[in-house]
C-alpha cells in the first residue's frame, strides 16, 4: 500500500509545486523508493489538449496518449517515471466521468451533488495503482482558497481520514516576500495561507517557503509556531541558477528527512544523489557554449516549448557546452529576408504547432539552414515546413503547402503535400479521422513505432532500426511525393512500420538536417538525454568551431 504525500500551494501561483513535486519524487528514488507522481487540476477543460499555448503552456503527451499538465514532464525528467493517463486529471474529467454516470442511470435516481459524487471520483482517481509505488505524489493544482479548487481539497481530506493513520502526509507551499525598505521577509502570508487550509479541514505536516532571502532562524521559529508544524518541517526553497539543482537544494535544506520523519520512517535509508552530483557537474563545468534559435510562434511564452528548452539544456549536458537558447518569432520574418534575424546562431530548431501564422517564417527559416548548412532539427510543424520547402525551392512544386491552412481559409491555395490524416494503425486497430470531428483527443497521440533506414544519419544516431516515439498531430506529409523529393535529395529515413506515414527526413548532402513528426523532446530527461538532442548540439558545437 502506497504512502500519500498531497503537495498544494499558497498565496500565489507558479511558486514551483511542481518542480518540488518532481525533486522530492528524484530524493525519494535516491533513497531506493519507487515513486509515482499526478496532477489533479481544477480547471473545467477536459484536458489541457484544446487550450493555446498562450493559455497553458505546453502540453505534455504520455505514451499511452494522454494530454497532460506540462508539470508531467518535470515529473518524468527527475524521476524517469513514465507518466500513464492515469497520472493527471482535470474537474472536466471528473465532472464529465460523473454525468455519464447519471446519464446512464448508474446512481439510480439520487440527487448528484459535489460531495460525495464528485468528491468520490476524485478519490478513486487518487486510489489508481495504489499498490504498485512506494509513495504516490499528488500535486493539488491552483492555489488554497480558489473556488475551482474546493472539491480537491474536500477530497483529500476524506482521503487522509479513509486510509490508515500515517498513511497519508500534507505539503503546502507558500511565499515569504522580501520587504526591502524594512528589510524583512514576512510571514503573514503564510500564516493566512495555512490558515485558509485549516479552515477546510487539512493541517499542513512539512511547509516549502519560497524565498528570495535566507531564512533567519527566528522567522522560521515563528511560521513553526503559528502553522502549527514542527520547525524541522519549514524547509526552505531559494531562487536556484538551474531547476536541476533543485534535488540537490532540497536535500540540503531537509526536504526528504522531513517527509520520511512524517511517516515515522526510521532508521532513514541514505540517500544516493550520485546522478544529481553528476548532473549539476555538467551544468557548471561546461567546455565552452552554443547560440541555438527556437524560430516559432509562440515564443512570448516560454512554457509553451518547456520539453524543447530543456531537452536542449540535456543535449548540453551530454557535450558539456552550455546552450544558449534565443526565441525568435516567426511572424518577424513571413515576407522578409531571414538572414538579418538568424544569421549568428550556431543551429536552427524550429518546433511544432498549429495554423498558419508564422509558417512562411518557418519555411524560410529551414531554407536559410539547408542552404548555408547549418544544422536543422524540424519537429512536427518543423518537419512538415521542411518537406514543404524542399518541395517548392527544389522539386519544383510551387505550390506546395499544407491541407491545414486550406482547412482554415475555406478555399483551396496550395497543392497539398501535407494532408489531413485520415486513418492510421494503432496496435492491431484502425484508426479514422474527418476534418469535422471534435477537436479534443482525436489527434495521432502517444507513443508509435518507427523504422529507421539503414546506414541513415538518424539510424546511426540512435544506434538502432527501430524506435518508439511519442506523437501530437493530425496533419501528416503525404507519401505519394516521396519518389519526387528523394530525388532531390531529401531522404524520408524513417517511416511507420506499415510503410505509409513518414516519420523522419533528413538531407543527404547537409551536415546536420533532420525532421522529425514526433516529438523526442517528451522523452529526455538531464542523467539520459535524448540521442537526437546530443547529436544537435554536438553538431552545433561543431558548427561553432567553424564560424
Known sequence: MARYIFITGGVVSSLGKGLASAALGALLQARGFSVRLRKLDPYLNVDPGTMSPFEHGEVFVTDDGAETDLDLGHYERFTGVPARNTDSVSS??????????????????????????????????????DDEVDFMLCEIGGTVGDIEGLPFFEAIRQFSHDKPRGQCIFMHLTLLPYLAASGELKTKPTQHSVKEL????????????RSEHPIPEKEREKIALFCNVRKESVVAAYDLKSIYEAP????????????????????????????????????????????????????????????????????????????????????????????????????ILVPGGFGERGTEGKIKAAEFARARKIPYLGICLGMQMAVIEAARNVAGISAAGSEEFDHEAGKKRFEPVVYHLKEWVQGNATVTR??????????????????????????????????????????????????????????????????????????????????????????????????????????????????
Open 248 to 347: 540537490l537544494a532540497y536535500h540540503r535544506e531537509g526536504l526528504d528527512q522531513a517527509v520520511l520523519d512524517a511517516f515515522q520512517i526510521s532508521p532513514a535509508p541514505k540517500p544516493d544523489l550520485t546522478v544529481w552530483q553528476d548532473v549539476a557537474d555538467r551544468i557548471y563545468n561546461t567546455d565552452g557554449e552554443v547560440n541555438i534559435a527556437i524560430v516559432g510562434k509562440y515564443v512570448q511564452l516560454e512554457d509553451a516549448y518547456k520539453s524543447i528548452k530543456e531537452a536542449l539544456t540535456h543535449g548540453g549536458m551530454a557535450n558539456r557546452v552550455k546552450v544558449n537558447v534565443e526565441w525568435v518569432d516567426a511572424e518577424v520574418f513571413d515576407t522578409k529576408d531571414p538572414a538579418p534575424y538568424l544569421e549568428g546562431y550556431h543551429a
Open 434 to 547: 474527418k476534418q469535422t470531428d471534435a477537436k479534443g483527443g482525436t489527434m495521432r497521440l502517444g507513443a508509435y513505432d518507427a523504422t529507421l533506414t539503414k546506414s541513415s544519419k538518424v539510424a546511426e544516431i540512435y544506434g538502432n532500426t527501430s524506435i518508439e516515439e511519442r506523437h501530437r498531430h493530425r496533419y501528416e506529409v503525404d507519401v505519394k511525393y516521396m519518389d519526387k523529393l528523394e530525388a532531390c535529395g531529401l531522404r524520408f529515413s524513417g517511416m511507420s512500420p506499415d510503410g505509409k506515414l513518414p516519420e523522419i527526413v533528413e538531407w543527404a548532402d547537409h551536415p546536420w538536417f533532420i525532421g522529425v513528426q514526433f516529438h523526442p523532446e517528451l522523452k529526455s530527461k538531464p542523467f539520459a538525454p535524448h540521442p537526437l538532442f546530443a547529436d544537435f548540439v554536438r553538431a552545433a558545437t561543431e558548427n561553432s568551431r567553424l564560424v
Open 198 to 209: 485549516q479552515s477546510i479541514g487539512i493541517a499542513p505536516d512539512i511547509l516549502v517557503c
Open 92 to 129: 472536466g474529467r471528473i465532472y464529465s466521468d460523473v454525468l455519464e454516470k447519471e446519464r446512464r442511470g448508474d446512481y439510480l435516481g439520487k440527487t448528484i451533488q459535489v460531495v460525495p459524487h464528485v468528491t468520490d471520483k476524485i478519490k478513486e482517481f487518487i486510489d489508481i495503482g
